[in-house]
């Protein structure tokens, strides 16, 4: 059972730290909820700053997958919702940084980025949504 990245040939190139293709042999696919910059209390983490709400979001998605005795790469696919686009820079920043430690690499799971209105409270800037192969 395992899940690989791929880029088919004919396509474009990805513009980021993204493959075109996540496909998951064995398993079975699990949906996980998008995840917020919640603090272990319940408040928002990081108010007003993109970096720690990135940082807080993948904690959690790493902790839910840990609870399901996965890790992030058993990601198929991701969705990430930003209400600013503003701060694009900052996550393909911070992605170049942290996925080459959090991913067995080289290449990443797939993911659509989508500016929004506002997410759930309007402290909050980021949520990851995830398409994972569980056992």
């Not at 917020?36 to 839910?64: I, K, M, P, W, Y």
Request: hydrophobic fraction near 45%; aromatic fraction near 12%.
């Amino acid at each position: 059972m395992s899940v690989e990245y791929i880029n088919p040939p004919g396509g474009c190139p990805a513009q980021g730290l993204y493959s075109h293709v996540g496909r998951a042999e064995g398993g079975t696919l699990l949906f996980v909820a998008g995840q917020l910059a919640v603090a272990a209390d319940g408040s928002v983490a990081g108010e007003g700053d993109f970096e720690t709400q990135f940082h807080q979001v993948f904690s959690n998605l790493r902790d839910v997958l840990k609870g399901m005795d996965l890790t992030l790469n058993d990601v198929v696919k991701f969705t990430t919702f930003m209400v600013h686009s503003q701060d694009i820079a900052t996550f393909m920043k911070l992605r170049a940084e942290f996925f080459p430690q959090w991913f067995k690499g080289p290449l990443f799971p797939p993911n659509t980025l989508l500016v929004v209105n506002r997410l759930v409270k309007e402290s909050f800037l980021f949520e990851v949504e995830a398409i994972v192969r569980g056992h």
